[in-house]
């Protein structure tokens, strides 16, 4: 059975810093691995895509990386600002329904 | 597109009532998922439609949830009758082929509470 876990649970930062966080699977047989947000009382917006094949993308000042043998993922944001505050979810999609699996999340609070 | 849109946005129940969430996917899309998310169980797949059909519902807790997919543009998870541990926030996604290739889009969700 796939387990995702994401490190640290909470972060607080300043703003203008540059933050990484990290998300490790079990199971490195996955399709892709998607990066989410979620604000308080809102729904998951998509930030990013990697395939199985991939190493990273990058979207703005978002940059994901892949390692699958590893079975790890970082999120990297670059010069982080007050918006930037939400929780941040890891999800692999494995298995034979081609399911998600998600982490428990990673709570950023950046500090104006 | 206006993305994936489930309805109620919110909705309050008493204990034995049945309960019906209603999802419209993004036009297109061809897989449909309903999950589930608790504080204490973060985010759990409840099943998963591909063109209409449910592929993998191992994921349902209990008999007294049900979903369908009458057509490609319409999904509704049931439970019937509810109860006080059913509160949670259930999401819909869909995606253009399953979760291989391409992204998950989620609508806002319905917080479900049970008293």
């Known amino acids: 059975k796939q387990e995702v876990t994401q490190i640290p649970a909470a972060l607080s930062v300043p703003e203008g810093e540059n933050l990484v966080l990290n998300c490790s699977f079990t199971d490195s047989a996955i399709y892709n691995l998607q990066w989410f947000r979620q604000d308080p009382g809102k729904g998951l917006t998509s930030l990013l895509l990697i395939q199985s094949s991939q190493r990273e993308q990058t979207s703005g000042r978002l940059n994901a990386s892949l390692d699958k043998s590893s079975g790890r993922s970082t999120l990297y944001i670059a010069a982080s600002q007050p918006g930037d505050s939400a929780t941040y979810l890891c999800a692999v999609a494995s298995g034979s329904a081609r399911q998600l699996t998600f982490g428990s999340g990673t709570q950023l609070t950046v500090l104006p | ?115």
């Open chain 2, 1 to 115: 597109d206006a993305g994936v849109i489930q309805s109620p946005r919110h909705e309050v129940t008493e204990m034995g009532q049945e309960v019906t969430l209603r999802c419209k996917p993004i036009s297109g899309h061809n897989s449909l998922f309903w999950y589930r998310q608790t504080m204490m169980r973060g985010l759990e797949l409840l099943i998963y439609f591909n063109n209409n059909v449910p592929i993998d519902d191992s994921g349902m807790p209990e008999d007294r949830f049900s979903a369908k997919m009458p057509n490609a543009s319409f999904s509704t998870l049931k439970i019937q009758p509810s109860e006080p541990r059913d509160s949670a926030v259930y999401f819909c996604a869909s995606s253009g082929a399953g979760h291989t290739r391409t992204e998950a889009f989620f609508g806002q969700g319905t917080r479900l509470t049970v008293v």
